[in-house]
């Protein structure tokens, strides 16, 4: 079964086209295309994700890379097909709030056969709310046209997901469900969430902790801007981090000062909290006279070793009290091999019955390969599906 699923929470805006197809508990899967186009680059000059930009952006670009995955999975077939004008005034109505969309779609829709694809998996929740409604009505113009059926989507359970498929293998892989021992635990961390989730063996989520205020990607963005560093800031903060750490010089009296607090470490509960942090950084710098390079380095190891302790300390904990079999660690800021490396002498030396699962690095940020996942998920469980009209664009959207 071909389904085509759509991302755009954030700054990303990606669709892939999955065929797959269940076989003995085993769900097998093959990438047909995969288009992912970033906003890195045009964020970067406002040090951060502006959500009306981003949303502009992904209304640009989700026809284009549309086309691109037809094309690419073999799907893509010329055929004159002229819509009806109810057509087109129902697409002009669902469009309303994506300005210019609706006619860029009834030109492309124009001249291309329907492709034999039988679910679209739209992200609809959590992330930015205008840019979560061009992708959900871009997929619900593709019903319009097509009528495909929609299928909504958690953005975390993506990220949960996303350790299970590699997007840049193109030979059909098999997930094995009867593999995956239960309970197991999932530590997200991105640029807007940091949870932890217990999985029951039927795939049940349970939130047992969250950050209180900012996200530990958001922390690492907000600290690479007091220490001058571009946006995004975890990939910064990690490279000059790693430089301080590999440097075995004695520390001199200012390099040892610099300490950070481990925020909640001793909370008892799960949850998170990662703005104190920030200031702590922000007052550290305001004492520093001269906030060199050197310093800089240091303040960026103390920093990540600090959300590192953190959020193993919780992990650790969480593994014990519910007797975790399988540690799932998701999100844009499992990216970083300190905290990777981290999580792998965690399980060597006290878990070691934990199996550990980080996600491909193609798969550790935003991406349409876990989305299109979380869909084949949907179908193979037979999830009851959501009408199309009640399917929204839900920013806080919960596990
Ligand atoms: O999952 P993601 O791509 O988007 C959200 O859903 O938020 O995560 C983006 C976050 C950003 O805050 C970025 O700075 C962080 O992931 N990140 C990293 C690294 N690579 C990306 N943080 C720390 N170390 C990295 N290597
Ligand atoms: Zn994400």
């Known amino acids: 079964m071909k389904i085509l699923s759509i991302e755009t929470s954030c700054d990303e805006t990606a669709i892939s086209i999955l065929d797959f197809r269940e076989n003995a508990g085993k769900i097998e899967t093959k990438i047909l295309s995969n288009v992912l186009r970033s906003q890195i680059e045009i964020h970067k000059e406002f040090g951060g994700v502006f959500p009306n930009l981003a949303k502009r952006e992904h209304a640009k670009n989700l026809p284009i890379i549309f086309l691109e995955n037809l094309k690419k999975s073999g799907l893509y077939e010329e055929q004159k097909n002229i819509l009806d004008e109810e057509t087109k005034d129902k697409l002009r109505k669902a469009l309303e709030h994506e300005k210019g969309l609706d ?9 291309i056969k329907k492709p034999g694809i039988e679910n ?10 205008p840019a979560l409604w061009v992708g959900i009505n871009f997929a619900k113009a593709l019903n319009i046209i097509w009528g495909i059926k929609v ?6 359970e993506g990220h949960i997901l996303s350790v299970f498929l590699d997007s840049s293998n193109t030979e059909t892989q098999a997930i094995d469900l009867n593999k995956i021992n239960f309970p197991a635990l999932a530590l997200l961390i991105s640029g807007g969430h940091t949870e932890l989730v217990t999985i029951s063996e039927k795939l049940e989520y349970k939130k047992i902790g969250k950050t209180l205020d900012d996200a530990i990607g958001e922390a690492f963005d907000k600290v690479a801007r007091l220490l001058g560093l571009p946006y995004p800031g975890g990939p910064e903060i990690s490279r000059l981090a790693k430089i301080s750490r590999d440097d075995p010089s004695p520390r001199s009296e200012s390099r040892a000062s610099i300490k950070l607090p481990r925020p909640m470490i001793n909370s008892g509960d799960y949850n998170f909290s990662f703005s104190g942090i920030k200031t702590a950084v922000l007052y550290l710098i305001k004492k520093i006279e001269n906030l060199d390079e050197q310093t800089k380095k240091d303040i960026a190891k103390e920093f990540e070793e600090a959300v590192t302790e953190v959020i193993v300390s919780k992990t650790k904990k969480a593994l014990e009290e519910f007797n975790i079999k399988t540690l799932i660690i998701g999100g844009g800021v499992s990216a970083n091999s300190f905290i990777k490396k981290s999580f792998e002498e965690l399980i060597a030396e006290k878990n070691k019955e934990v199996e550990l699962f980080f996600p491909d690095s193609h798969m550790s940020g935003d991406n349409s390969v876990m989305i299109g996942l979380v869909g084949i998920l949907k179908i193979i469980k037979n999830t009851e599906t959501v009408p199309i009209t009640e399917i929204k664009a839900d920013s806080n959207l919960s596990l």
């Open 120 to 129: 679209i998996v739209v992200t609809s929740g959590p992330g930015l709310e």
């Open 151 to 156: 299928i909504p989507a958690n953005h975390m």
């Open 103 to 111: 006619e860029e779609i009834i030109k492309i829709f124009e001249s």
